[in-house]
Nanobody
Framework: QVQLAESGGGLVQPGGSLRLSCAAS????????MGWYRQAPGNQREMVAL???????VYADSVKGRFTISRDNAKNTVELQMNSLKPEDTAVYFC???????????????WGQGTQVTVSS
């Protein structure tokens, strides 16, 4: 079994900062791309930031310059530092990872349960 556990969500005022963390646990041989997605009420889930095994990074245009994604391959973790938060960043944030459980297996896509981020005064 593989699990992704997120932490760090909460309520913050506009202009504030939050740091999200996600830890992958279980039977893991290799983790390829890790990332964060978000879903606001009534909206589709959208990509926020992705980081590959080789540290190539992609950000959504809406968060460029404000959010920073990083990963620790030794700890199987990915983090999202969110600065200059805006009300439109309010959403449930989901951790995502492409994980290979064994050398002889293909990779599968895993999701965390989500953590709420609310930006409001």
């Amino acid at each position: 079994q593989v699990q992704l556990a997120e932490s760090g969500g909460g309520l913050v005022q506009p202009g504030g900062s939050l740091r999200l963390s996600c830890a992958a646990s279980g039977t893991i041989f290799r983790i390829f791309t890790m990332g964060w997605y978000r879903q606001a009420p009534g909206n589709q889930r959208e990509m926020v930031a992705l980081i590959t095994l080789g540290d190539r990074i992609v950000y959504a245009d809406s968060v460029k310059g404000r959010f920073t994604i990083s990963r620790d391959n030794a700890k199987n973790t990915v983090e999202l530092q969110m600065n200059s938060l805006k009300p439109e960043d309010t959403a449930v944030y989901f951790c995502n990872a492409l994980i290979q459980k064994a050398a002889t297996l293909t990779h599968d896509n895993y999701w965390g349960q989500g953590t709420q981020v609310t930006v409001s005064s």
